[in-house]
């Protein structure tokens, strides 16, 4: 089937403007996560949702950052006021994890690279 | 504390041969598991083979096989018969608390691996 799809795959915005990136998870996949990855920082978690509900949200580095999901399927990661180094690769990433499981392999989007002039 | 050491910023490696990149890790909680991404020049992530800590034998998918060694807290990935498609980014990562609920990923460096022919 169909896997992890990010639009868009590249974004140029203006320093100071709002961006939104979007993630459609593989089909029936409840948890959803995004990353960030940039040439200074590495592969760094942002956010994980399980179904429409986000119990981690502690690699969000500042408020303006932010991120829903709805319908326990798309999810959207919102950029305010934009600064360049928020300049990177935003992926996501799903798994379909049941509720005392253990092993829930993480499947990524080919991401969405953000540069911000 | 580095949580994923992948010590091999680079490394190259002959068509047809074997080649071990390395990884280690630092936990203290008894359940966990450990997974090897490639990242080809396209960006996006593939996954390639998974160890749960509990697993009593070395996990194997085709060509790679992980060679899990628990007492020194290392799971480096072995590809067998390289290929010209090898080369690409190679990320060491790991879930903690497997029954705990935590969910992220926390990734290594990376290793960039060339095959040569």
């Known amino acids: 089937g169909a896997g992890v799809s990010q639009s868009p795959s590249n974004k140029v915005t203006e320093k100071g403007k709002d961006v939104e990136l979007r993630c459609d998870p593989i089909s029936g996949h409840t948890a959803l996560y995004w990353y960030r990855q940039s040439l200074g920082q590495g592969l760094e978690f942002l956010i994980y949702f399980q179904g429409n509900s986000a119990p981690d949200k502690s690699g969000l580095p500042s408020d303006r950052f932010s991120a829903e999901r709805t319908g326990g399927s798309v999810s959207t990661l919102t950029i305010q006021r934009t600064q360049q180094e928020d300049s990177a690769v935003y992926l996501c990433a799903s798994s379909y994890l049941e509720t005392g499981g253990t092993t829930d392999t993480q499947y990524f989007g080919p991401g969405t690279r953000l540069t911000v002039l | 504390a580095q949580k994923i050491t992948q010590t091999q910023p680079g490394m190259f490696v002959q068509e047809k041969e074997a080649v071990t990149l390395d990884c280690t890790y630092d936990?203290?909680?008894?359940?966990?598991?450990l997974f090897w991404y490639k990242q080809p020049s396209s960006g996006e992530m593939i996954f390639l083979i998974y160890?749960?800590?509990?697993?009593?034998q070395n996990a194997t998918e085709g060509r790679y096989s992980l060679n899990f060694q628990k007492a020194r807290k290392s799971a480096n990935l072995v590809i067998s018969a390289s290929q010209l498609g090898d080369s690409a980014m190679y990320f060491c990562?790991?879930?903690?608390?497997?029954?705990?609920?935590?969910?992220?990923?926390?990734f290594g460096a990376g290793t960039r691996l060339a095959v040569h022919p």
């Open positions: 990562a790991m879930r903690e608390g497997l029954r705990g609920g935590y969910n992220k990923l926390i």
């Open positions: 160890q749960g800590s509990y697993d009593q």
């Open positions: 936990t203290s909680d008894p359940s966990y598991g």
